[in-house]
Structure formats: structure tokens, C-alpha cells
């Protein structure tokens, strides 16, 4: 299937910096990327769609100068979280969306461990 | 989004069938049927995803009722890896939809 990867896996930050975290599509250009959050013991929370050379679309409730999203390249997108607070620390995933036979399939990175001192 | 409700937990031994239920009654005709998987600390793994006819790959089989209401992911051998959260969701298939994610299944597989 296809291969999405995340950089870095785990990640720890003093409070007020910011993290840029890096999720690729390894084998397939992808059109739309999504990131999602979660909290432990909880399900994931869609935070945004990227689309490659647009906007991001945000979810209800998550801030769009708190959570930066840039999809620059087929290949690329890329989350910052800026002026990082305990409250911020997450499992943060991203997918892509793949085409088989006419449909979509999202394909999911491993994830980042984000940790805010 | 079609709702989908899910029993929160099941056991399976190793070896047997893997039999996951899940409900969307109120899934629309352009839904599709999609499962994914969750192995703790991992991202989602896509399984299988389906229309009205039952489908099959390497990993899984799907059945879908008739009526659209209910399916059923099969996992025909179960092993200790297959241990993981299982999500049902129903959605459209186009490039832009968005997975929404309930509380999914934990299957737990027993020696």
C-alpha cells in the first residue's frame, strides 16, 4: 500500500517554542493531506485538510495562527505548532488520500509524540 | 456524516475468526463502508472499504447487509498482531472527505 511518513517520531519542547512536524507521501503525489490530533485514550480529532497549493481548511474550534499548515509540494505538508503550551502536547498524525479504483483510501503516518515542557 | 456505533470491546483467540460488527443505519447511497485500524502508539491502517457488494483482500473480508445498515469485518485467522483498535466509518469517497473517527472496537487477541 501506500507510504506516509512523519518526521520527527517523538519530539519535546519547552513551552513558547514552536515545532514544525513534516509528513510526507513517500511513493504517490497527494492532492489532499489531513492532520489529526489525539489525546490519550481518545480517538482522533481531525484538525485540518490541506490542500497542495491552497489553504488549509480548518475544524471548528482549532486555531489557525496556533496550528500552521503548509501543503507546498504533491509530496509535502507540513504542521508548526507555534508558541507551544503543556495543554499542546498530542499524538499528532497525518494522512493522505490515495486513489484505487475510482475511490479514496487515506493512508496514515506513524505519528509524532509531542511533548511540551 | 452517517453515524456508525460500534461495541466497544471484544476477545478473540488466536487463530479463530474475528468477527466486528458495526452499525450506520443512517449511511446515504454514495457512502462508502471503510475500516481502519489503530495498533497502540501507531497511525491508522487502512483495512478494506466497500459499497454493497462484499469484498475481500489480503487482510480482511467485508460484508454488508442488504440494506446497507449494518457490516461485519472478518478477520478469518486472528493473531497477538491484530490486537488493535478497529474503526468503522462511513463516508464518501472522494479525495477531499474526512474521516471521522468514533471510539472504534478494541479487539483484543488471546494465546
Known amino acids: 500500500g501506500a507510504v506516509v511518513s512523519q518526521h520527527p517520531s517523538r519530539v519535546i519542547c519547552k513551552s513558547g517554542t514552536s515545532v514544525k512536524i513534516e509528513c510526507r507521501s513517500l511513493?504517490?503525489?497527494?492532492?489532499?493531506m489531513f492532520w489529526y490530533r489525539q489525546f490519550p485514550k481518545k480517538s482522533l480529532m481531525l484538525m485540518a485538510t490541506?490542500?497542495?497549493?491552497?489553504?488549509?481548511?480548518?475544524e471548528q474550534g482549532v486555531e489557525k495562527d496556533k496550528f500552521l499548515i503548509n501543503h507546498a509540494s504533491l509530496t509535502l505538508s507540513t504542521l508548526t505548532v507555534t508558541s507551544a503550551h503543556p495543554e499542546d502536547s498530542s499524538f499528532y498524525i497525518c494522512?493522505?488520500?490515495?486513489?484505487?479504483?475510482?475511490?479514496?483510501?487515506?493512508?496514515f503516518g506513524p505519528g509524532t509524540r509531542l511533548t511540551v515542557t | 456524516d452517517a453515524k456508525t456505533t460500534q461495541p466497544p470491546s471484544m476477545d478473540c483467540a488466536e487463530g479463530r475468526a474475528a468477527n466486528l460488527p458495526c452499525n450506520h443505519s443512517?449511511?446515504?447511497?454514495?457512502?462508502?463502508v471503510y475500516w481502519y485500524r489503530q495498533i497502540h502508539s501507531q497511525g491508522p491502517q487502512y483495512i478494506i472499504h466497500?459499497?454493497?457488494n462484499n469484498e475481500t483482500n489480503e487482510m480482511a473480508s467485508l460484508i454488508i447487509t442488504e440494506d446497507r445498515k449494518s457490516s461485519t469485518l472478518i478477520l478469518p485467522h486472528a493473531t497477538l498482531r491484530d490486537t488493535a483498535v478497529y474503526y468503522c466509518?462511513?463516508?464518501?469517497?472522494?479525495?477531499?472527505?474526512?474521516?471521522?473517527f468514533g471510539k472504534g472496537t478494541l479487539l483484543t487477541v488471546n494465546p
Open positions: 490541506s490542500n497542495e497549493g491552497s489553504k488549509a481548511t480548518y
Open positions: 443512517t449511511i446515504s447511497g454514495n457512502e462508502y
Open positions: 466509518i462511513a463516508e464518501g469517497g472522494g479525495s477531499n472527505y474526512k474521516l471521522t
Open positions: 494522512s493522505a488520500t490515495h486513489p484505487a479504483g475510482g475511490v479514496y483510501e487515506q493512508y
Open positions: 466497500g459499497l454493497k
Open positions: 511513493d504517490f503525489q497527494a492532492t489532499t
